[in-house]
């Protein structure tokens, strides 16, 4: 609008100097009249000439005022519509971004109230139970405490978790000098967020090219797992291809071709017992000859015999080193959450045998001790990256930490 008005003056002031201008030139004219006929020139038709001059210099004049005021008046209109097409075109484009934002947000509700829906059991054993405490008591002691630890173990967070709960939140209890049981509740759930260190980054890689490495051992849901990922990878966008590495299971290969036809992903595979570094390298080709975004590799989970899985997680890896060297990389280990401590134990091992970059946890909407979430992330500092809470292809969800945390205590 600034620039309007001040198109607007600017074109003012030039009428203005023409206006002056031409009136200049018409007293020039006039001087030269009255010297005419103050000399009595012979042989001049004075008045003709000189009014013929007027007349045209007049007429000149307003035509090119006229002119000029119409031209103006042509941008102004021009101005003014360009203006009301340039607020248009924000309203509209603000409208598209509301619309935008408001499908965001209920994808980010629903998303929320499946995970709720999922943590269904864990919530019941530890948000409902914590509720159930703290509202029979009227201040805070140690026995209140104590019911609170009983709680937290049963939903599977472990007695190492637990006790640096409880201590931390008897510390700032005194602290804080709180002795209202209502107050326990927000402060429980921040020793918890603390607890699992939220600055662990949570996302999955998925910059092309990048090179996702499954491990796990036969059971816990690997293979739904990468079936399941690489169909939302995929939805998202991405081209991917699997690479079906766990040989020594012939159904794990029928099973992964059964997933790659449902996510419309195709699956690079080799016979029952062939290498699995040489289907990674054929993996890696395919993938480089199409132009894939991500690679999902499937391993052999024999963790009864630690040394030659050892031996053969190294191996892929100087495979992946050597002829894919600028890819992204991503190694997540699958956990099945109904096994509670078990799970953790199988974490420490595989952290023994390979570098673990994240932590997928299955089944988690089967089970009451979701709290294994709680003590895998902060004992072992490894990132929960990605939680299945049900059965369907979209029941794979990424992993965030206040929403979880609601989900569970809320």
Known sequence: MFKWFKEKFSKDDEQKIIKENYADEVNEVEQKVEFYEENNLENTSVEDIDTKEIVESNNELDQLVEGTLHQDEIKDNNLENETIDEI???????????????????????????????????????????????????????????????????????????????????????????????????????EVKKLMNDSLDSKIKKESPTIILVVGVNGVGKTTTIGKLSSKLKMEGNKVLIAAADTFRAAAIDQLKTWGDRANVDVISHNEGADPAAVIFDGITAAKSRNSDILICDTAGRLHNKANLMKELEKINRVIDREYPNANRETLLVLDATTGQNAMNQAKTFKEVCSISGIVLTKLDGTAKGGVVIALQSELQIPIKLVGVGEGIDDLQEFELNSFIDAIFD
């Open 88 to 190: 248009s075109n924000i309203e509209e484009k603000e409208e598209i971004y509301e619309e935008v934002e408001e499908i965001k947000e209920e994808s980010k509700l629903s998303i929320f109230q499946k995970l709720k829906q999922g943590l269904t059991k864990t919530r019941h054993e530890m948000g409902v139970k914590i509720n159930t405490i703290l509202g029979s008591y009227v201040k805070i002691d140690d026995e209140m405490l104590e019911d609170l630890e009983d709680i937290l173990i049963s939903a599977d967070i472990g007695m190492e978790t637990t006790m640096k709960l409880i201590d931390n939140l008897r510390n700032t209890i005194i602290q804080e000098k709180i002795n209202d049981p209502n107050m326990v509740k927000p402060l429980l759930k921040e």
